[in-house]
Structures are given as structure tokens and as C-alpha cells.
């Protein structure tokens, strides 16, 4: 059987597996067996305009796919040559993959140098999915196939597979050099939830000289300390594994951009293809690192593209709407967009100063991941942009996967995060036809308010004051709002509490509160925002049973350590093994920066976490 291949450079692009049935036009493999392939764009022999894609990050595809890649390089590419091709010859290169076997096709590859595409035979015995199985841990961390293979498993969080791909298991030697593998070894471990397993292949690849994978295994090494509490805040806040674990992560940044300040762009494409993952590499983690409303995908024409793209109007709509508010609730309407710039310190912060000063648009900070309202007083989230579009991906989740339930807000303070959940709600009321029912007795999704609208109380257990840092908080501190503050939030965004069937407030201490919250269809949603060890506590508690298969628990502030000790109890005492996730905050620590894009370089702490209940499995 013939499969076109490259025999020079490095085949990539925007990819996914192709699941299910085999696409139009392709064959199987008769063993069965999935053939590995690399494929150039799909045009006439003639045209030298196709580009094959050097390094860009791989996610695999169907190569007659005509939706836009995701990854930066591909998506320059596609934009600028695929774009205009009739929908059934679009296409991109693709590394080696596990997909159908499709045809041979001639094509013409050019970028920068000419690459030759031939045809040649590619054994589907050596091919297949099985011959990653059957290596040894010592052979996959040496073939880019298999680590690819892998890494696309664990961007879909899929650790099992990856682990059998990769030949890991408990006591595994590790191969010498082999960074990348140990990376991914590691990020299946924290997936898998075996701790100890992931520092250990973690620091092995950190102690390693410095590489393409170091950003990588800083950053998930960073998650992996916020899942380890300290015994005591004084410990958490001086010496502690997060502070230190930061102070990695940001190193590795620096360490790595002057390093990609140095090297030629094929260089950077060939460092960036055997950077591996990192925990904020999976799905969802790189929807919010990659939201086309930031201000870094959306300068000029790109915002009017990516709007365009966009199948109806309504669409289009609902997305200025719900980018709107979200401006409104990080008071990024009315503050000062200087104020960022003005609050830098260090070495380059007079540079930037002048800098900003002397280009067109002053120094008016951008709209990016790390925008927030930096005030506890007023009608505003109290969340960083990067936690508002993490509750848009949820909610969009729950509605049109139909999963049963209510919203719940425990911690609501004056209501701004409430008002973008109720904001999201609206997408209930649109077509009916094709959404999943709401409730089986066809009640509207409502949004509980819960809050003792007395500020975070004190701590009662003796875990709680060894842990809480808000317990020495000011009383001006202690997210302290009445319910009639929260009343008047909701009236400003033109929502009516009062007459709204979909709001109901629930005043109260948590565990008084909730325990007896009328919830008779489950929750689909629970978002804690509780600052102390007690309250998240009872809010899990009061909650975790009564959520839905497929729903959502939002746990906000887990950079407190009591907060994280509360979360961390609760699932050891609950025996929660669904893997417990980090929301980016920045392009620094977290989401991957995409270095030959101009970004605002901020640094947040990890202040949002997650997991959901997995949905049951048919049969």
C-alpha cells in the first residue's frame, strides 16, 4: 500500500484523530490495524503554492477538513494559502498520525526551500497504533511518532492510552536523555492521579540539561505543588512548593525566551514541535489560553475574520454580548488602562513605560487573560478574565450536552459573576427544538445564590485557623455585601430578581444553607467562592451529592492554602478520583506564549480549579 510521505523536513499541522466511521474516500487498513501517514495539502500537482508546514503544534485531522487549524503557524498558513481553496481541496500536513489510509495524492510542497513529496510504502505492521505498544519505554522516548502519538492522548486527557503508548508502568527505568518522555510520563502521572510518580519523572526531566520540553514540565510541576498543601499558611506563604514552583515556572520562561530570541524561525519551529505538553495544553485549558476575543488574535481584520467565520448572525451576536460584559464586569470599561503599566516594577519597567508612551495607543493595557477588576468594592466579578470564559465554556457545556441541574453560586458577594451565569442562562430560551430538555418536567434552569452576606466568617475548626490567611483579612476585606447589594447588581445588568423565576437567593451560613437547598433536579453547576477552609468545605459537602453526571464543580481562590486543603479533604474524603484541573491565568506560567506574537506579560497566580462527575457509561 502507498502513503505520500515527506522526505525532508518536518510534516505538521493542525490535526485531530478522526474517530468513528472512516471519512469519505478513505480506505482501511485490512489488518485492521490505523496506518500512520504523513500527509502534504491536498492540491493540483501543478501548483507550487501549498505551504508544508514546518513544527507547527500537532493536533491530528482529517486533511480534507476544511475548518481553520489552531495552532499559530498552521493557522498564518491556512489562513494565508488554504483559505482561498474551493472546501474539498483544503488541507494541511500533518506529522505522522494514527488516521485512515487514504490514497496517494501528488502535491507540490514549497517553503522556503523546496521539500520532495513521493510516494512510498509505509508497512502498516510498523505503522499501526499496536507497533507504539509493543516498544520499549527506551524506543518511544527515541521515535517522534510515538511521542506525538502520545501527547495527542493526553491533550485529550486520555492518560491510559498514553501510558500504554508510552510503555510506562510503576518502576519504569527512564530512558537516558530522554526529556520529552519523561514529561509526558509525568503529565499522565498528575492525570492519573499518582502524585508522587509525577514529581519524581517531572524533577528527572528538570534536572536534565536545559531543553525544548523545560517550560513544559515547569509548568505542569507547577499545578502538581498546588495539589500538595503545606501543614500551616505561614509555611504556604514563605517557604512554600507553590512559591517555589512559581519561581521555576517563571525562570523556565525567561530561560526559554532568550533562548527562541536567538535561534532562527525553522529553529523555533522544530523547538516548539518537541516542546511537548504541559497540564494547561489539554482541550479545554487551550480554548481559554486561545479565546479569539483577546486583544492577541484580534487586532484589525482578524476579529472581523474570526466573527465572520461564524455560521449565523445570532451567533455572532451572543459573542459581542457575553465580550461585552465581561469587560463590564472586570471594570475594564471604566478604570484607568494605564494604571497596569504604571505598576510595573523591575529592570524593564521604565523601558516599557517609555515605550508605551511614545505608541499610538499610549499605555492602554490590551484585553487579554489576565484582566480583572482589582477591586473588592462594587458591582464586578471578582475573577480574572480567564475564569469567565472558563464559566462560558462550562455553561455552553452543560446546555448543549443537556445536563440536568441548576446553577449554584456559593459565595455570590455583590453578584457580578451571578450576573454572566444568569447572562448564560439566556441561551436556554433558543432553540428549542434542537436543545436538550432543561428539566424533565420542562421547568426553566435556575441560578441559586448562595452567601451569608456577612463577609467570610472566621474559622471554627482548628484545621481551619492553621490554614486560613483570610482570617487575618481586615473587616473591609472580608467580601462583606447585603443581599440588597447584590439585588442592585442584577437590576443594573437588567435582570429583576425579584420577578425572575430563575433566581433565587439563598442566605445563610453554607452549612445551614445548603444542605436544605431546594435543588429537586441536581446541579449541573456549583461555583464556590468561599476564601477559608470551613466555608469550601461546607459548600462541598452541601453540594457534591446532589451534582449531576457531566456537571461542574468551580472552585475559586485555590491559590489560599485553606482553600486548596478544603478541596484536597473533600475528595479524599469523598473518594473523588475524577482528575482535578488548573484554569490558565496568563501567558507566562500557564498558556504557552506564542513567541512571535507581541503579548502583554503579565503574571497571575492560580486562582481557579476544577473537575467534573463523569457521566455514566452506556450499557
Not at 508544508?52 to 487549524?69: K, Q
Not at 509525568?186 to 510518580?197: F, K, M, R, T
Request: hydrophobic share 35%; charged share 25%.
Amino acid at each position: 500500500m502507498e502513503l505520500l510521505v515527506a522526505t525532508k523536513g518536518i510534516m505538521d499541522g493542525a490535526t485531530r484523530v478522526a474517530k468513528g466511521a472512516a471519512p469519505a474516500g478513505a480506505r482501511e487498513n485490512p489488518r485492521g490495524h490505523n496506518v500512520v501517514a504523513r500527509f502534504c495539502p491536498v492540491v493540483d500537482k501543478n501548483d507550487k503554492s501549498a505551504v508544508c508546514v514546518e513544527g507547527a503544534r500537532t493536533e491530528v485531522r482529517d486533511p480534507r477538513d476544511p475548518r481553520e487549524p489552531q495552532s499559530g503557524e498552521a493557522r498564518a498558513i491556512w489562513k494565508g494559502h488554504f483559505g482561498q481553496l474551493p472546501t474539498y481541496q483544503r488541507g494541511v500536513a500533518v506529522r505522522p498520525c494514527l488516521s485512515y489510509l487514504y490514497p496517494p495524492m501528488r502535491v507540490g510542497c514549497v517553503r522556503r526551500h523546496v521539500h520532495n513529496c513521493v510516494h512510498t510504502k509505509v508497512s502498516s505492521k510498523m505503522a499501526g497504533r499496536d507497533s507504539h505498544a509493543k516498544m520499549a519505554p527506551s524506543r518511544c522516548a527515541h521515535s517522534p511518532a510515538c511521542l506525538e502519538a502520545a501527547e495527542l492522548h493526553l491533550r485529550d486527557g486520555d492518560w491510559q492510552t498514553a501510558q500504554r503508548v508510552l510503555r510506562y508502568s510503576a518502576g519504569a527505568r527512564p530512558p537516558k536523555s530522554a526529556a520529552r518522555w519523561m514529561n509526558a510520563v509525568g503529565l499522565s502521572c498528575v492525570l492519573a492521579g499518582d502524585l508522587p510518580s509525577a514529581v519524581a519523572w517531572l524533577e528527572k526531566s528538570l534536572a536534565l540539561p536545559f531543553g525544548a520540553t523545560h517550560l513544559a514540565a515547569a509548568k505542569t510541576f507547577y499545578w502538581v505543588a498546588h495539589l500538595q498543601p503545606e501543614a500551616t499558611h505561614a509555611l504556604a506563604n514563605v517557604n512554600g512548593s507553590v512559591a517555589k514552583a512559581a519561581s521555576l515556572a517563571f525562570g523556565a520562561f525567561q530561560q526559554t525566551r532568550a533562548h527562541v530570541d536567538a535561534i532562527s524561525d525553522d529553529s523555533l519551529a522544530e523547538w516548539e514541535l518537541n516542546a511537548g505538553p504541559s497540564i494547561f495544553d489539554l482541550a479545554l485549558q487551550r480554548q481559554i489560553c486561545e479565546h479569539p476575543t483577546y486583544d492577541r488574535h484580534t487586532r484589525g481584520r482578524q476579529r472581523h475574520k474570526a466573527e465572520g467565520r461564524l455560521d449565523d448572525e445570532a451567533a455572532r451576536w451572543r459573542r459581542r454580548y457575553i465580550d461585552l460584559l465581561q469587560r463590564s464586569l472586570t471594570r475594564y470599561l471604566s478604570r484607568d488602562l494605564a494604571e497596569d503599566v504604571r505598576d510595573l516594577r523591575g529592570e524593564e519597567a521604565s523601558a516599557v513605560l517609555e515605550q508605551c508612551e511614545s505608541s499610538g495607543r499610549g499605555c492602554e493595557s490590551p484585553w487579554h487573560i489576565g484582566q480583572g477588576a482589582n477591586s473588592p468594592f462594587g458591582p464586578w466579578a471578582q475573577k480574572y478574565l480567564s475564569g469567565l470564559v472558563h464559566l462560558n465554556y462550562l455553561v455552553d457545556d452543560v446546555l448543549e450536552a443537556g445536563t440536568p441541574g441548576d446553577l449554584l453560586e456559593a459565595g455570590c458577594y455583590t453578584a457580578g459573576t451571578a450576573v454572566l451565569l444568569r447572562a448564560l442562562l439566556e441561551q436556554d430560551n433558543l432553540e428549542p427544538e434542537s436543545r436538550p430538555p432543561t428539566h424533565s418536567s420542562g421547568q426553566p434552569r435556575r441560578l441559586l445564590l448562595a452567601d451569608s452576606f456577612e463577609g467570610i466568617p472566621q474559622p471554627r475548626t482548628e484545621r481551619g485557623k492553621q490554614l486560613d490567611t483570610s482570617a487575618a483579612w481586615p473587616s473591609e476585606l472580608r467580601y462583606s455585601a447585603s443581599e440588597r447589594e447584590a439585588r442592585s447588581t442584577l437590576r443594573r445588568y437588567g435582570f429583576e430578581p425579584e420577578a425572575d423565576e430563575r433566581i433565587e437567593f439563598l442566605p445563610g451560613y453554607f452549612n445551614e444553607s445548603l444542605p436544605t437547598a431546594p435543588t429537586p433536579h441536581g446541579l449541573a453547576l456549583v461555583h464556590i467562592d468561599a476564601d477559608a477552609y470551613d466555608s469550601v468545605l461546607d459548600a462541598l459537602r452541601g453540594t457534591w451529592g446532589r451534582v449531576t453526571p457531566g456537571g461542574y464543580v468551580v472552585i475559586d481562590d485555590f491559590h489560599l492554602p485553606g482553600v486548596r486543603a478544603a478541596v484536597l479533604d473533600f475528595r479524599r474524603e469523598a473518594g473523588i478520583t475524577e482528575p482535578l484541573l488548573p484554569v490558565p491565568s496568563d501567558h507566562v506560567t500557564t498558556c504557552t506564549p506564542a513567541w512571535d506574537v507581541p503579548d502583554v506579560l503579565t503574571v497571575h497566580p492560580l486562582t481557579v480549579a476544577y473537575w467534573s462527575r463523569a457521566r455514566s457509561r452506556p450499557g
